[in-house]
Nanobody, 121 residues
Framework: QVQLVDSGGGLVQAGGSLRLSCAAS????????MGWFRQAPGKEREFVAA????????YYADSVKERFTISRDNAKNTVYLQMNSLNPEDTAVYYC??????????????WGQGTQVTVSS
């Protein structure tokens, strides 16, 4: 049983930073791609960032490029999302996701419980 636990959200002023963490358990973490998604009130869940199983490739939504950085520590079974220069449009619940197929990006079959990020103007 794969479990993902998101943490690190909170309230921050515009221009500030937060770092989200997602701790994974239940299988060999290092074999699977990981990602972050977000859902703002009244909107659909959207892709934010992803990282390959071997850390060699990262992907970002255009809206967060140059501001957010995804990383992973396979020794700690944890993926991170460093968020800088936050603006109110980044306000959302952020979800960690894990691929259900090894060494494959996408096929997001497992999800964390979500962590709220609120950016005040």
């Amino acid at each position: 049983q794969v479990q993902l636990v998101d943490s690190g959200g909170g309230l921050v002023q515009a221009g500030g930073s937060l770092r989200l963490s997602c701790a994974a358990s239940g299988r060999t973490f290092s074999s699977y791609a990981m990602g972050w998604f977000r859902q703002a009130p009244g909107k659909e869940r959207e892709f934010v960032a992803a990282i390959s199983w071997n850390t060699k490739s990262t992907y970002y939504a255009d809206s967060v490029k140059e501001r957010f950085t995804i990383s992973r520590d396979n020794a700690k079974n944890t993926v991170y999302l460093q968020m800088n220069s936050l603006n109110p449009e980044d306000t959302a619940v952020y979800y960690c996701a894990a691929s259900e197929v090894p060494r494959t990006l996408g096929r997001w079959g497992y999800w964390g419980q979500g962590t709220q990020v609120t950016v005040s103007s």
